[in-house]
């Protein structure tokens, strides 16, 4: 009965992820090296993948290293990929390079977040983001997402906060799109309810959109990257984001070098 229950377990697992990533069995087949056959036979419980298989499924169906290793499991397979604390020796070169990084990105404000937004990691710059937020979102475990569009945090100096808002707000919709995640689904929820409808107009600008940030020092336009490490194989390390901001304009370059300035 064990044999059974794991192979419609993973059989429909399978099924469910190549749904999601809208692919036919014909297509997924040919991306992992298979057969439809052999695929149509995994996903109605016929045949028992093998773990290696699994593996090439997973990586075909373009699985986190988290989502893999749940497919092996319930597979029957032992995990592959290893989660180690971010504060353990074997991590402590990368944490060693992400302090530099956060330093060399200086003036400008840089962080290094874990799912759901929580915060690893910042430089002295990301001050400009905690002025005058309520202390309430400022308690560790900051959650740099709700921090940003939060009326008591940044949300009342965001400019503008119907379209810049809504372009975080999409961005994380996209991700649980891709990776479906009932906690992240309610998250966004939550975030989208911080943020005001705005309609979608002549200059629109999608992805590119710059956020105008009232500080004590004057308006700051800010434009955001967002580095991963594509090539890990430790989960703690594959998750994690790297959000560097930079001035869209002069006058914000010349804002932050004066406040970095005050505060040395």
Do not use: C, K
């Not at 005058?132 to 949300?155: I, Y």
Request: cysteine-free; glycine content about 8%.
């Amino acid at each position: 009965m064990t044999t059974t229950t794991e192979r419609i377990g993973v059989g429909a697992e399978l099924r469910r992820w190549r749904r999601a990533r809208r692919l036919s069995q014909l297509e997924l087949a040919i991306l992992t090296g298979t057969t439809q056959r052999h695929l149509s036979f995994i996903e109605s419980g016929r045949s028992q993948p093998g773990r290696a298989i699994v593996i090439r499924l997973a990586e075909a169906l373009g699985l986190s290293l988290r989502e893999r290793n749940e497919l092996l499991t319930t597979a029957g397979y032992a995990p592959v990929f290893s989660e180690s604390g971010l504060d353990e020796e074997a991590l402590r070169p990368v944490r060693t390079a992400l302090e530099q990084i956060l330093y060399g990105h200086l003036p400008y404000p840089a962080l290094v977040i874990a799912p759901y937004g929580r915060v690893v990691a910042v430089n002295d710059a990301v001050e400009v983001f905690t002025e005058g937020a309520s202390p309430a979102l400022l308690e560790p475990p900051v959650n740099m997402l709700r921090l940003m569009l939060h009326p008591d945090g940044m949300g009342r100096r965001v400019r503008n906060l119907g379209e810049w808002g809504r372009h975080v707000i999409e961005n994380l919709r996209a991700r649980a799109r891709r990776s479906p995640d009932p906690r992240l689904d309610d998250f966004v929820d939550e975030l989208a309810g911080y943020v005001p409808e705005v309609p979608v107009g002549p200059e629109h600008l999608g992805f590119s959109v710059p956020m105008r940030l009232a500080s004590a020092d004057g308006e700051l336009r800010l434009i955001t990257t967002l580095t991963s490490f594509a090539t890990a194989t430790d989960i703690t390390l594959a998750e994690l984001r790297l959000e560097a901001f930079l001035p869209a304009d002069q006058d914000t370059a010349e804002l932050l070098r004066r406040r970095a300035d005050r505060h040395q």
